[in-house]
């Protein structure tokens, strides 16, 4: 099976079942597979071929899911961008994997079109309003073709993209389906950027088994979303641990959520303190606690019958997957050593688009004679029942907000700033966040600034995940024999905040 052709399928099964709800439109199967068609035959008019990147550059919206399957019609491999993020990055991604098409809106068309137009190979800027031209060939693709490029940060401070087949797309769906027990009758809620894989599949795994999907654009405002909820009759909620904190603080016995069957979280582990209050308030909900990351979709999930036993564990392999635990020798550890933790399965990515180094030393030989195996970067224990336990993380990247942040990428916005003489980055625990993003700086000598002029600065050129919460200064950063910043010994609790 073929990405495209989760859309395809249920759009002949059920094509006047409702595919998606969004901004007060109601799409059915059939009509947003025309409007696919359509966008596809526009794309391919506009030079988009087989294998070529299409970089997605949208809110969530309609046209955001019209365009993601659009470029797999096409024949194309799907870059969906974070619609907060900055020309200049932007520009990178685009220039990075040489998009053949970007498509965007008017609005911010104007806003990116000098930084596109630098680029040694321009792409082609499609609306994704466009008129459908005459339909062509359509190119043939195999499931080993890449379905999409899945951009997240790096340890060197540019962002990497993820290359994932259709074989690992589907694989990764299926899995994830069969223990949510995903049917048509579901209504799952999506309120995470689509350029996020815990978002983006979403869509994906609803269109898979004909559900409905309602998008929504943040959480921006919770009770508009919670009434949407009520209103949809909604059964599966997607959350991460900043949009559980949000809910328990609010009252939601007004609600009427008797319908709602299970909430998912993962990115980050849901705080123990958190499933609790959530099965109180919602004790007909199954809760499925996960852990993932972008370079196989998913690793585990907690059957929810377990989570009163083992509430901070995050569960056991999912399905047609093998998960194991190996010390710094590489061997295998029994239960309760702490290791790397190690994946196996249909579902682990090619790797880091065009960077080898990198995609070595994170998909290495496996088992099996020529094969490859995911090093997560991650320690772990596991139970002598193959229950997983989250301990570390063996890099500094922050997860915030359910996404992932490079302090690198953070730290050289911070020194463009003229007052601004060193820096340094990291994360800290967070009740609502889990991590909140922490900036050490130094100034330059004579030089003045305080830390809301900071976060101006940084709100100006990242996106509103990346932005410091705390920002410290001090005068000096302590530093290693060698030189480097010793990021180690900046342990005391933040101190001045933004």
């Not at 050289?412 to 889990?434: I, R």
Request: hydrophobic share 45%; glycine share 8%.
């Amino acid at each position: 099976m073929l990405v495209h052709q989760f859309l395809e399928d249920s759009a002949r099964r059920r094509p006047d079942k409702t595919a998606v709800v969004c901004d007060g439109r109601r799409l059915t199967y059939a009509a947003l597979d025309a409007l696919a068609d359509g966008l596809a035959n526009a794309l391919r008019a506009a030079g988009v071929g087989r294998g070529d990147r299409v970089a997605i550059f949208l809110d969530n919206s309609v046209e955001a899911v019209v365009a993601l399957f659009a470029a797999l019609k096409a024949g194309g491999v799907f870059v969906v961008v974070n619609p907060t993020t900055k020309a200049d990055k932007l520009a990178y991604i685009v220039g990075n994997c040489r998009a053949a098409a970007v498509v965007t809106d008017d609005r911010r068309r104007a806003a990116i079109a000098d930084r596109l137009a630098e680029l040694p190979q321009r792409p082609a800027v499609v609306s994704p309003l466009a008129e459908p031209a005459s339909r062509g060939p359509v190119p043939p693709t195999i499931d080993a073709d890449l379905a999409g490029l899945i951009y997240t940060s790096g340890s060197t401070g540019r962002p990497k993209g993820v290359m994932t087949t259709h074989l690992n797309v589907v694989t990764a769906a299926t899995s994830i389906t069969t223990y949510l027990e995903n049917t048509e009758a579901d209504v799952i809620v999506n309120v995470l950027p689509l350029a996020f894989d815990y978002g983006l599949y979403q869509v994906l795994m609803a269109f898979k088994v004909g559900a409905t999907l309602v998008l929504e654009r943040s959480f921006t405002y919770p009770w508009a979303v919670i009434d949407t909820i009520v209103r949809e009759g909604v059964t599966g909620f997607p959350i991460v641990p900043t949009i559980s904190a949000i809910l328990l603080q609010l009252d939601l016995g007004r609600a009427d959520l008797s319908r709602l069957r299970y909430v998912t979280n993962t990115a980050a582990a849901l705080p123990a303190e958190h499933i609790r209050r959530l099965r109180a308030l919602l004790p007909h909900v199954a809760i499925y606690s996960m852990y993932g990351l972008t370079e196989c979709k998913r690793v585990s999930y907690l059957p929810p019958a377990e989570l009163d036993r083992r509430i901070t564990s995050t569960g056991i392999a999912i399905p047609n997957t093998e998960v194991y635990v190996v010390d710094e020798h590489d061997r295998r550890v029994g239960p309760g050593v702490v290791g790397e933790l190690i994946v196996r399965g249909s579902h682990v990515t090619r790797g880091y688009w065009e960077l080898p180094e990198e995609t070595e030393a994170r998909f290495r030989p496996g088992p099996l004679p020529g094969e490859r195996v995911l090093y997560t970067g991650d320690l772990f224990r596991m139970d002598a029942d193959g229950y997983l336990y989250f301990v570390g993380r063996k890099d500094d990247i922050i997860k915030t907000r359910g996404e992932k942040v490079s302090p690198r990428e953070v730290e050289e916005v911070l020194y463009a700033h003229p007052a601004v003489a060193e820096a340094a980055v990291m994360g800290v625990s967070d009740p609502v966040l889990g991590e909140a993003v922490r900036a050490v700086l130094t100034l330059r000598a004579g030089a003045h600034v305080t830390a809301a002029e900071v976060v101006r600065h940084c709100r100006a050129r990242l996106e509103d995940f990346m932005v410091p919460k705390h920002v410290e200064f001090v005068d000096s950063l302590p530093k290693t024999a060698t030189g480097k910043i010793a990021k180690r010994e900046l342990t005391a609790a933040p101190g001045e905040r933004a």
